[in-house]
């Protein structure tokens, strides 16, 4: 469990506040082996042992906010010591952004007026009720995962298996569009190919034919593929700075190989289909209702 309050930080110099609803004051070690986030930039050996008064921050403020080690931040306060310019130590990774910390109860200038406001408490379920009751409203109840498994197993599985199905939904979906696509396509071509295989054109001529065009139609999709996992991996992420957001998308190479084998799979499939149609064409009765 943690307790903590919330705070208000000038991150630049358009006057807006930004309000952190988990503000951690507490020694920086204690800070690091409690909450162990990710440490991207690590706060100097100098920096530390002035006891100057610093924050830690998510490492998306470096993108939305452009903030770097060193630059200064204002910590709007409502009591005597009014606006602090706090410098900028380092950052961590983590998920939720409104996390900040910052080392005012060791700094001796501010040190009574700021006082340690983040515990950590490792408690069972007898005491934790007596406290939430009394410190509920400034509480954080951390839960081990295990914990949560144990307990909501079924749901958590109940709701893994519904996304799963709809994600089966979506693709299988999309393998029909597939298939009824190019079934559409034989539709408008077979009477075509019915004159072609009349005049003396064989199925191995039509299927080296039909072959090599599925081959240009993977390669316009590769060529137009490749580029779009860069231009979303890339630049997406900057266009989201627009919204005061940042995510890096990290596509995992299985993704990639599966969505390709999925896709040729699919593709494969339907060409399949095609050309068995083209086999078993009935000419006379394409020509005679041409």
Request: charged share 15%; proline share 4%; with cysteine.
């Amino acid at each position: 469990m943690a307790f903590s309050n919330q705070a208000y930080f000038a991150l630049d110099d358009s006057g807006e506040s930004k309000l952190f609803t988990f503000c951690v004051m507490m020694p920086f070690a204690d800070f690091l082996r409690s909450f162990a986030f990710p440490i991207t930039s690590q706060p100097s050996e100098e920096l530390l042992a002035a006891n100057q008064a610093f924050v830690m921050l998510p490492d998306d403020y470096r993108y939305t906010h452009l903030l770097a080690v060193g630059d200064t931040v204002i910590f709007q306060t409502d009591g005597g010591h009014g606006d602090i310019e706090l410098v900028v130590g380092g950052f961590f990774e983590v998920s939720y952004p409104n996390i900040i910390y910052t080392n005012l109860p060791a700094v001796p200038d501010y040190a009574d007026g700021f006082r340690i406001n983040t515990v950590i408490i490792e408690t069972d379920e007898e005491l934790l009720l007596p406290m939430a009751e009394k410190y509920g409203e400034a509480m954080y109840y951390v839960v081990p995962i295990e914990q949560l498994i144990a307990r909501y197993g079924d749901l958590f599985q109940a709701a893994s298996d519904l996304i799963v199905v709809l994600v089966g939904v979506i693709v299988a979906s999309f393998l029909i569009v597939i298939v009824n696509n190019t079934l559409l396509l034989f539709q408008t071509l077979k009477s075509d190919y019915a004159k072609l295989k009349t005049l003396g054109v064989r199925n191995r001529q039509l299927y080296s034919a039909l072959g090599l065009e599925a081959l240009l139609c993977l390669l316009v999709v590769g060529l137009f593929f490749v580029p779009e996992i860069h231009v979303m991996t890339t630049y997406l992420p900057k266009l989201m700075l627009f919204f005061q957001y940042h995510r890096e998308i990290i596509p995992q190479a299985t993704t990639v190989v599966f969505g390709t084998v999925l896709v040729a799979f699919a593709f494969g499939g339907s060409y399949l289909v095609y050309l068995r149609k083209i086999k078993n064409l009935d000419l006379i009765g394409e020509i005679k209702y041409e």
